[in-house]
């Protein structure tokens, strides 16, 4: 695929902070996709890096990959050629040693990573929930997907056989068009009102991070029967396995460590469901105040490893469903997480859960039933 020329960052170290470069002499090579909101992410995390007190030198190196420029197929189908959509061009980059790390929205990495390659969360999670987009100039006054419904239906737009999945399950008398391209080529279909869309199902975090907040009509969380992707909100940021260097840099910003564990929780349970973007599987995730010693559901052990100035009660909500709605199965875990492995811990006990709760048989259909995720496309 296609790579622009690489761009030193401004928000990095520039002559006038000389002193803090020379501290850090080697240059941080960030890969990225090339899109707006990847671009506006990248910045988000130089921007971090920024306030290090011996802060790197950054440059910037903008990759086209595989999902970007296929804006036709379906997101399962090229997902069928082996190769990882968002990740794959950048991280033969990386593993040749022309990258130090790349900067991805976490929701886009897939949970079995590339050998030698390892993902972390970065910084503060943004909004995590799904938004409702209207098109622009559509009458009515409508902002919810409720408020569709009871006007006589709509067509929503969306890439993504989870939201669909959902959609179809709380609101059945809806429509659902798929609609490939980045955020502002998606806005530019809804709005053509020749294409036929009533409005858009988006990632909040993406809208806001482009600017564009004054486009949400509403936001989609579990009181609308949305449930979110894993690590939707969250920048992740791969790297080498072993660079320490690189690894030295990613503990900045705010959100710390319970945003990474909340996100490896997720991940873990989605790679325990064998989940992707083929599969509807949505979660939430939120944190209660840990009292000492407090043990988790299901009579788990104590993490007595844990570090209880950070510790807290992650509270996980999951849901898989069939593709076409018609069958969910919904879970909830409080779990007490103040280290790596107690976050993991609580993922894969969630997904023994919804397991044993009857998702294995619908994730089996869908396994079976490719044609209609293929029809529908991907996370």
């Known amino acids: 695929?296609?790579?622009?020329?690489?761009v030193a960052d401004p928000a990095t170290p520039s002559s006038a902070s000389a002193s803090a470069s020379a501290a850090n002499p080697r240059t941080l090579h960030i890969g990225t996709r090339a899109s707006a909101l990847a671009l506006a992410q990248t910045r988000l995390f130089t921007t971090l890096l920024s306030i290090l007190p011996s802060p790197p030198a950054t440059e910037i190196h903008p990759?086209?990959?595989?999902?970007?420029?296929?804006?036709?197929?379906?997101l399962h189908a090229l997902a069928a050629t082996g190769k990882s959509l968002w990740t794959h061009e950048l991280e033969a980059q990386l593993l040749t040693d022309e990258l130090d790390c790349i900067v991805h929205s976490l929701k886009d990495v897939p949970t079995k990573l590339v050998p030698g390659c390892v993902v972390r969360a970065v910084g503060a999670r943004e909004d995590p929930r799904d938004v409702l987009v209207m098109r622009a100039g559509r009458p009515g006054g409508v902002t919810t997907l409720q408020g569709l419904l009871d006007t006589g239906g709509g067509v929503v737009g969306t890439s993504s056989v989870r939201r669909a999945a959902m959609i179809r399950r709380r609101y059945p008398g809806l429509r659902i068009q798929d609609v490939r391209?980045?955020?502002?080529?998606?806005?530019?279909?809804?709005?053509?009102?020749?294409?036929?869309?009533?409005?858009?199902?988006l990632a909040g975090a993406?809208?806001?991070?482009?600017?564009?907040?004054?486009?949400?009509?509403?936001?989609?969380g579990r009181d609308?029967?949305?449930?979110?992707?894993?690590?939707?909100?969250?920048?992740?940021?791969?790297?080498?396995?072993?660079?320490?260097?690189?690894?030295?840099?990613?503990?900045?910003?705010?959100?710390?460590?319970?945003?990474?564990?909340?996100?490896?929780?997720?991940?873990?349970?989605?790679?325990?469901?064998?989940?992707?973007?083929?599969?509807?599987?949505?979660?939430?995730?939120?944190?209660?105040?840990?009292?000492?010693?407090?043990?988790?559901?299901n009579n788990d052990d104590h993490d007595d490893h844990d570090d209880d100035a950070d510790a807290g009660i992650l509270v996980m909500r999951a849901m898989?469903?069939?593709?076409?709605?018609?069958e969910c199965?919904?879970?909830?875990?409080?779990?007490?997480?103040?280290?790596?492995?107690?976050?993991?811990?609580?993922?894969?006990?969630?997904?023994?859960?919804?397991?044993?709760?009857g998702a294995g048989p619908i994730l089996e259909k869908?396994?079976?039933n490719r044609a209609m995720v293929d029809a529908q496309g991907g996370a």
């Open 206 to 220: 993406g809208v806001l991070r482009l600017g564009l907040g004054d486009r949400i009509a509403s936001w989609l």
């Open 63 to 74: 990759t086209t990959t595989a999902g970007d420029h296929n804006q036709t197929s379906s």
């Open 224 to 297: 609308e029967g949305m449930l979110h992707a894993v690590g939707q909100g969250a920048l992740g940021v791969e790297f080498r396995e072993g660079d320490g260097w690189v690894e030295s840099l990613l503990a900045v910003g705010e959100g710390g460590r319970k945003v990474a564990w909340a996100c490896a929780a997720e991940r873990m349970l989605l790679g325990c469901l064998e989940g992707g973007c083929s599969v509807p599987v949505g979660v939430e995730t939120n944190w209660e105040d840990a009292e000492p010693h407090h043990n988790n559901d």
């Open 366 to 368: 869908i396994t079976l």
């Open 329 to 357: 199965v919904e879970g909830e875990r409080r779990h007490r997480v103040g280290s790596d492995a107690a976050a993991e811990e609580c993922g894969f006990e969630m997904a023994k859960d919804l397991v044993a709760r």
């Open 181 to 201: 391209g980045n955020v502002g080529t998606r806005l530019r279909k809804l709005d053509a009102e020749s294409e036929g869309y009533d409005c858009l199902v």
């Open 1 to 6: 695929m296609s790579s622009p020329p690489p």
């Open 320 to 326: 898989v469903l069939a593709v076409d709605g018609s």
